[in-house]
């Protein structure tokens, strides 16, 4: 077998970041431009994100909706990045898309490879207060805040993470 790219090779989502990274404009211009250029299921781009420098507003707002797992080390994070999905058509319960959850993690996958090019890992998490920060930013209805994304140098090294096989990646049907 051949090599694995070297930023796919690299990528691990850290359990701690370093609080003395900053994260430039640039930085999250380029991450913003990963996620736009993503593809998605009628070119629908079902997908809005609500950024936080550290020091800012809006990651100050962020790390108050943090559940206390997440706030032991989202914090020290460059980036705190809340991943919007447009789910419902506005004032129906009709899908937008089927695909809107698929559209959003690609993109979400997109920024994590530029992050990790631009030497910012992420950390994708659910531990957030979900009512709160739809509160906090006015996220009407129709549109969910679906995870966050933790950007920055890691704190810790990668750990073991025990994964599936190769081999049982590759659906056989019972017969
Ligand atoms: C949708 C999603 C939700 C996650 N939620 C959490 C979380 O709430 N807390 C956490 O510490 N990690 C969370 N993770 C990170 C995963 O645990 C991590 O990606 C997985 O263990 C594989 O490790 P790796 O990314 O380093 O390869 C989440 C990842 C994804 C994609």
Known sequence: MGSLHPLLDARFSPAAFDPAREATADDVELLLEAAR?????GNSQPWAFVVGRRGDDVHRELVRHLAGSSARWAPDASLLVANLSHRLVEE???EY?????YDLGQAVAHM??????LGLAARQFRAFDRDGIAAAFAVPPHWEVTTLTAFGRPGTARGAV???DRVDLVWVPER
Do not use: C, V
């Not at 250029?37 to 299921?41: E, H, I």
């Not at 898309?97 to 959850?101: I, Q, Y």
């Not at 994590?112 to 090019?117: H, K």
């Open 162 to 164: 025990a994964r599936r």
């Open 92 to 94: 129906t319960d009709w």
């Open 112 to 117: 994590t490879i530029q992050a990790q090019a």
């Open 37 to 41: 250029r993503a593809p998605s299921a």
């Open 97 to 101: 898309s089927e695909f809107a959850l």
